[in-house]
């Protein structure tokens, strides 16, 4: 079996489990830093692991952009061509296409669309969604679906949903049996993707539809498009706890460390933001007493480092001071420690909240909660 | 003894040595990667640390703008507030301020100049460079110079010459006697620095004026401003013999591996250049078989490491294919991946020369040269 999930310990609705690929094991809830191109902006594929990281997320559309499928795969896959021999899931890209507004056009089929590189006509559909996933040698693979805007009306919402369905059931038909092998060619698992905006029923039956198609794990899509922060909580409660409790569950594009742990509370395993690593490219830094935007001239001569707990390459050598000198700077050297530093905080935070499932002490655990209102 | 040299082993004029700082040991001929404001750009400590180098070149000039000296000192000195433990040398910031052009007025007191950052207006006196680096706890500090423009009338370049002369006489009667601890508020050493643009009889004298004032070590600035490259090896032809043989002597600014080679033939033990690091982000890339344009399209699909002899984050782990992807995408690993090779290979490169002075086999061992002509 390519992909196996055990769920190792509970907590009401939370979970401790193992996901275990052909290419390594990841303990869950996790976080997947993104690397769109195939590497986290700054970051080596050494320095991605020492930070704690367990899986990377890249994207099929963008690495179907350039540099293409076809030298990915004659390089012998993206293990190989990223240099991370981790476990990877790539996202379908149906976010991306669906992002390009007046730029692609869908129908029963799949979508066609232009490239945003060199305006070059592609076309996506769930069966060669698949295959290229499969081709690239993905541990994960998600399907193609349809990623409605925020706010949409509810009878879009639902013409949308049932075409994501559609595309789901020939995505599953299409998956190559004996492909799993998680290597170049080969494809460890392939996940479903509910949608359904905001609204509580149509969430609900996508769930369960999802939940029926016997897909490797499940994942709620179609959030962190713009909704109110309620909206989207709404959601996750609403759908996580009707995907199947046998399979992972993740949570695409979300989120800030608060909204992971509510996610993590509602029963969610898997998670990936570009938060970390954008908020520290703009000095925005995450720490166990708080965000400190460290352009702020409080930090000019703050000889702490960033967070005293923290054992990153930034806060072992380094202080707030030094960070606020690169990153006022426009220095790469200040992008690239506030990007290492808030990735391994967001990856110390898993840890915590996976230790505290096992402890049965989750709520207590959330030490950085209400992060968001504590900025400085 | 705040600064110590040894010459271990000679081949020609060339020199083995040990350079010995409070901050740690430097064996030359050394390499000194470049970090202007304190970091090498994209680089952490630790990743300067294995990629080989023993000490770090910073500028006064820009530090002295951004953070300031007071911040730095008060931060516990430069070391401190890098998290580089290693030795470190500043240049004084004459090369920047005579770049500044209209922005700067020399007398024969100072130089008095307006900030390129907010126009602030600030002199820097023989003196007061001396007093910024002690306060800044340099292992290796450098007077203040005039660096002539290139080209030069003579009778111009030798003016500048009597000016600059006097300001070393003045650099080192200022030197705090007692201030050599090299931590915060002390010094290791201080540097004259031979100027004389490209003429002989001037250089001449101005090697054997240096070599007088008891200096620590002594540089040859003045070159890298221009000049056509046999002019520059001419000037490290007539002045590296005249410097004192024991002592350390720092060629500025300079720069390939063949002109480092060849300066090195002339009896130089000390190196900075800014161009391993540009030219990775530019994508030009160092490797024993030449330079590699990685942009170029024959490497899409090369899946070879950059340099099959090179131990650098970016070889052990990708190909030429992944930096050729991530630097036409102006991705930011593509420019960190490529500046830790760079490095790599510079630092190397004078292991390589090293271990042949050390075994008498130098002319043997350039094996890049002539790196510059076979670049693909």
Same mark, same amino acid.
């Not at 996933?133 to 993905?138: D, P």
């Not at 369960?208 to 198609?213: C, H, Q, T, Y």
């Not at 990007?339 to 505290?356: G, P, V």
């Given at each position: 079996?390519?992909?196996?999930?055990?769920? !190792?310990?509970?907590?009401?609705?939370?979970?401790?489990?193992?996901?275990?690929? %052909? +290419?390594?094991?990841?303990?869950?809830?996790?976080? =997947?830093?993104?690397?769109?191109?195939?590497?986290?902006?700054?970051?080596?594929?050494?320095?991605?692991?020492?930070?704690?990281? &367990?899986? =990377?997320?890249?994207?099929?559309?963008? !690495?179907?952009?350039?540099?293409?499928?076809?030298?990915?795969?004659?390089?012998?896959?993206?293990?190989?061509?990223?240099?991370?021999?981790?476990?990877?899931?790539?996202?379908?890209?149906?976010?991306?296409?669906?992002? !390009?507004?007046? *730029?692609?056009?869908?129908?029963?089929?799949?979508?066609?669309?232009?490239? +945003?590189?060199?305006?070059?006509?592609?076309?996506? %559909?769930?069966?060669?969604?698949?295959? $290229?996933?499969?081709?690239?040698?993905?541990?994960? @693979?998600? #399907?193609?679906?349809?990623?409605?805007?925020?706010?949409?009306?509810?009878?879009? @919402?639902?013409? &949308?949903?049932?075409? %994501? *369905?559609?595309?789901?059931?020939?995505?599953?038909?299409?998956?190559?049996?004996?492909?799993?092998?998680?290597?170049?060619?080969? $494809?460890?698992?392939?996940?479903?993707? #509910?949608?359904?905006?905001?609204?509580?029923? !149509?969430?609900?039956?996508?769930?369960?539809?999802?939940?029926?198609?016997?897909?490797?794990?499940?994942?709620?899509?179609?959030?962190? #498009?713009?909704?109110?922060?309620?909206?989207?909580?709404?959601?996750?409660?609403?759908?996580?706890?009707?995907?199947?409790?046998?399979?992972?569950?993740?949570? $695409?594009?979300?989120?800030?460390?608060?909204?992971?742990? /509510? @996610?993590?509370?509602?029963?969610?395993?898997?998670?990936?933001?570009?938060?970390?690593?954008?908020?520290?490219?703009?000095?925005?830094?995450?720490?166990?007493?708080?965000?400190?935007?460290?352009?702020? @001239?409080?930090?000019?001569?703050?000889?702490?480092?960033?967070?005293?707990?923290?054992?990153?390459?930034?806060?072992?050598?380094?202080?707030?001071?030094?960070? /606020?000198?690169? #990153?006022?700077?426009?220095?790469?050297?200040?992008?690239?420690?506030?990007?290492?530093?808030?990735?391994?905080?967001?990856?110390?935070? =898993?840890?915590?909240?996976?230790?505290?499932?096992?402890?049965?002490?989750?709520?207590?655990?959330?030490?950085?909660?209400?992060?968001?209102?504590?900025? &400085?």
């Amino acid at each position: 079996m390519a992909l196996r999930f055990e769920v !190792l310990a509970t907590q009401g609705e939370s979970r401790l489990g193992r996901l275990t690929t %052909t +290419h390594g094991v990841v303990e869950t809830p996790a976080f =997947m830093p993104v690397g769109t191109l195939g590497a986290v902006k700054g970051v080596s594929p050494q320095e991605l692991g020492a930070a704690g990281a &367990s899986v =990377m997320l890249s994207n099929l559309y963008h !690495l179907a952009l350039r540099p293409g499928i076809d030298v990915i795969e004659k390089l012998g896959g993206i293990h190989a061509f990223t240099g991370w021999s981790g476990p990877i899931l790539t996202d379908s890209g149906g976010f991306q296409v669906f992002s !390009l507004g007046a *730029l692609r056009k869908v129908d029963e089929g799949g979508v066609t669309f232009r490239s +945003h590189l060199d305006g070059s006509p592609l076309r996506f %559909t769930p069966e060669n969604v698949v295959e $290229m996933q499969e081709r690239l040698g993905v541990d994960i @693979a998600m #399907v193609l679906d349809e990623c409605p805007p925020w706010p949409v009306e509810p009878g879009t @919402a639902e013409a &949308s949903w049932l075409r %994501t *369905l559609a595309w789901a059931r020939r995505a599953r038909a299409a998956r190559r049996e004996g492909a799993g092998a998680g290597g170049a060619g080969g $494809m460890g698992g392939l996940f479903g993707i #509910v949608q359904g905006s905001i609204f509580r029923g !149509l969430r609900e039956r996508a769930a369960l539809d999802i939940a029926e198609l016997d897909f490797d794990g499940c994942a709620i899509g179609g959030v962190s #498009v713009g909704e109110p922060k309620d909206e989207r909580r709404a959601v996750v409660e609403w759908t996580a706890p009707l995907l199947p409790a046998g399979k992972p569950r993740y949570l $695409m594009g979300v989120g800030t460390p608060e909204d992971i742990a /509510h @996610a993590v509370r509602c029963g969610v395993d898997l998670f990936d933001c570009v938060l970390p690593a954008r908020n520290a490219r703009h000095g925005v830094l995450y720490t166990r007493e708080g965000v400190l935007k460290i352009k702020n @001239a409080r930090f000019r001569d703050d000889p702490r480092p960033l967070d005293e707990a923290c054992g990153c390459p930034a806060c072992a050598r380094t202080s707030r001071a030094f960070l /606020h000198h690169l #990153v006022r700077a426009g220095e790469l050297t200040g992008a690239v420690l506030a990007t290492l530093h808030n990735l391994r905080f967001y990856l110390d935070f =898993m840890a915590e909240l996976r230790q505290s499932i096992r402890l049965g002490t989750l709520a207590d655990a959330l030490t950085f909660d209400p992060l968001e209102q504590r900025s &400085s």
